[in-house]
Nanobody
Framework: QVQLVESGGGLVQAGGSLRLSCAAP????????VGWFRQAPGKEREFAAA????????YYADSVKGRFTISRDNAKNTVYLQMNSLKTEDTAVYYC??????????????????WGQGTQVTVSS
């Protein structure tokens, strides 16, 4: 079992930035693919971004492309989601998820085996 812990959420004004972190305490997950998903109130969970084990493969939802950047620091065992130019519609609980098949950089929830507890991001107008 891999425990994932997200941090970095909070309240920010539209146009602002936040950086989310996803860590796996006590576990090396440098060879895992990691995705960020989000779920807004009353909506289904949706894909935001994903990164492969080598960081050479990254994917983004159209809604965040050009504003969000996913990256990883394997030395720190952490994956980041830098979110810039935030919009009110980015308000959601953000979850990170991991898949031990590091080359399989999925965009669907069922492609990931392990999930964090989520961190709230609220963007005010």
């Amino acid at each position: 079992q891999v425990q994932l812990v997200e941090s970095g959420g909070g309240l920010v004004q539209a146009g602002g930035s936040l950086r989310l972190s996803c860590a796996a305490p006590g576990r090396t997950f440098s060879n895992y693919a990691v995705g960020w998903f989000r779920q807004a109130p009353g909506k289904e969970r949706e894909f935001a971004a994903a990164i492969g084990w080598s960081a050479g493969s990254t994917y983004y939802a159209d809604s965040v492309k050009g504003r969000f950047t996913i990256s990883r620091d394997n030395a720190k065992n952490t994956v980041y989601l830098q979110m810039n130019s935030l919009k009110t519609e980015d308000t959601a609980v953000y979850y990170c998820a991991a898949n031990p098949t590091g080359w399989r950089v999925g965009q669907k929830s069922d492609e990931y085996n392990y999930w964090g507890q989520g961190t709230q991001v609220t963007v005010s107008s």
